[in-house]
């Protein structure tokens, strides 16, 4: 079953560009060392926080990229900007409105 792994996180000062400027490298990376995620959305929410959301193609995926992100370099890297994370969670689609139809 399709699995949604939000993770709400913030950053250090001064990391404001240096983190969407990094995201390209660190989805490529995580696309290539996890085959099971679908796509990424980075969101900034009103209070500063960040939201970093993937899906994923099954909870099992999901959880073992969750375990083994910090071993893609490009992520550790991208991780540094982080100033405090709830870690991720995840949660089961039941039902989705596709943005395209397909």
Known sequence: MTTMEPARFTIHD??????PAERPATV???RRRFPGGLAAYLTREDDG???????G?????A??????IGSV????????????SG???HVE?????????G
């Open 14 to 19: 001064g990391a404001e560009a240096a983190l």
């Open 28 to 30: 490529v990376a995580l």
């Open 49 to 55: 926080g960040r939201l970093d959301v993937i899906l």
């Open 57 to 61: 193609r099954s909870r099992a995926e």
């Open 63 to 68: 959880e073992e990229a969750a375990r083994t």
């Open 73 to 84: 370099p490009e992520c550790a890297a991208w991780f540094r900007h982080l100033a405090g």
């Open 87 to 89: 870690g991720p969670r």
């Open 93 to 101: 689609v039941v039902d989705a409105w596709p943005g395209e139809a």
